[in-house]
């Protein structure tokens, strides 16, 4: 079942707040991504500027309507980098 499907069956239902949180839910999410650059030449291409390494990366995911935050934080930002 969708979300929209599950959304309906929650208004059908009588839930709004259910169906409210569960809209929010989708749509309210933040994603900050931070990465560490290399020293070697500039990439040959987009591809290698755009997907850094896990270890060169730190990773932070909010949803604002949970109150989740999780976050991933690379080596590199852990005492091995610059």
């Given at each position: 079942m969708t979300t929209k499907d599950d959304f309906k069956q929650q208004?059908?239902?009588g839930?709004?707040?259910d169906?409210?949180?569960l809209s929010l839910g989708e749509a309210v999410e933040l994603?900050?991504?931070?990465w560490v650059s290399s020293s070697s030449p500039?990439?040959?291409?987009?591809?290698e500027l755009d997907q850094?390494?896990?270890?060169?990366q730190m990773r932070t995911?909010?949803?604002?309507?949970?109150?989740?935050?999780?976050?991933?934080?690379?080596?590199?930002?852990?005492?091995?980098g610059p």
């Amino acid at each position: 079942m969708t979300t929209k499907d599950d959304f309906k069956q929650q208004i059908k239902a009588g839930n709004i707040r259910d169906a409210l949180t569960l809209s929010l839910g989708e749509a309210v999410e933040l994603e900050i991504t931070t990465w560490v650059s290399s020293s070697s030449p500039a990439p040959h291409s987009s591809a290698e500027l755009d997907q850094p390494t896990s270890d060169c990366q730190m990773r932070t995911r909010m949803n604002i309507v949970d109150g989740e935050i999780n976050n991933e934080v690379g080596s590199e930002f852990m005492g091995n980098g610059p």
